[in-house]
């Protein structure tokens, strides 16, 4: 719970507070991934995460020059992605074998990616309310990259679950 409103009264000063948490989750994502990367014993789930966090660095450049065009600059957080990454901090701690923590390493890295897609589509169409069609090309242009994500961690899942699940048999 927040002290003071951001007493927020139009699409447009919704759409600046939205892009600034935007900013935020991608600074925090940032952060994690290198642990997430370090975690994962399986080459193509490492490979997947560390082109994500290139990817995830051009998001951030990308969200702040979105922003760059707004007059208020004060920042915001991201509380969804501290949650999300305090979880997998804990799973990282509690998991010990290798095949179980890639798992869950996956599963995590996919509520990252599924947020982020409902947060870029959401803005993306925020964006084309408001007029701002370039700011809706970027925001496509990151979401489009999410969703790419997303499918990759799928597709590393089919073959690492089955092996953790084969283990465990
Ligand atoms: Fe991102
Ligand atoms: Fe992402």
């Given amino acids: 719970m927040k002290i003071f409103s951001a007493n927020l009264q139009t699409l447009q000063e919704l759409y600046n507070n939205e892009l600034r948490k935007a900013l935020d989750l991608e600074e925090q994502i940032v952060k994690a991934l290198p642990t997430m990367i370090e975690k994962s014993s399986d080459t193509q789930l490492k490979q997947a995460f560390q082109s994500h966090l290139q990817e995830s660095e051009l998001h951030v450049d990308k969200v702040k020059q979105l922003l760059s065009q ?5 920042s915001q957080t991201c509380k969804v992605i501290h949650a999300l990454v305090t979880e997998a901090q804990d799973t990282i701690k509690d998991v010990n ?7 869950a390493l996956i599963g995590a890295g996919q509520q990252v990616e599924h947020h982020e897609i409902a947060v870029y589509g959401t803005l993306k ?3 084309a309310l408001l007029g701002r069609t370039q700011d809706a090309q970027v925001l496509e242009s990151i979401l ?7 499918k990759l961690l799928s597709q590393v899942a089919d073959r690492v679950n089955s092996d953790a699940a084969a283990v465990a048999a």
Avoid at 70 to 74: F, G, P
Avoid at 97 to 103: A, G, K, Q, S, Y
């Fill in 97 to 103: 074998d290798p095949d179980v923590l890639d798992v």
């Fill in 70 to 74: 707004q007059e208020d600059s004060d």
């Fill in 125 to 127: 169409n925020w964006a």
């Fill in 144 to 150: 489009n990259d999410e969703k790419h994500a997303d």
